[in-house]
Structure formats: C-alpha cells, structure tokens
C-alpha cells in the first residue's frame, strides 16, 4: 500500500471576473493553470 499514490483531488481557482479584476488575480490564474493543469491533465 505504501507505493500506491494517493488518487488525484481536483483543484479550483475561483475569482470574480469582469472589469473590476484585479491585474494580480489574473496573472496568478494563467501562472498556476500553466503549472498545474499539464500536472493533473491525465488525458
């Protein structure tokens, strides 16, 4: 059991989008989607 992995949990990143969107709030959604997104893609 030890060298089994633990089963993948999905990963959210919620924000409020629109006008008022903070320019940090979305330079942080398209850096973590970059790093994450081929980590958890098993397509």
């Known amino acids: 059991m030890a060298d089994t992995p633990p089963e993948p ?3 959210y990143v919620l924000y409020l989008a ?3 969107s903070s320019s940090r709030t979305r ?3 398209d850096w ?3 790093l994450l997104v ?3 893609n098993r397509d």
């Open 32 to 34: 973590a989607s970059a």
């Open 38 to 40: 081929p980590k958890f």
């Open 18 to 20: 629109g006008r008022h």
């Open 27 to 29: 330079a942080f959604v």
């Open 9 to 11: 949990s999905p990963v």
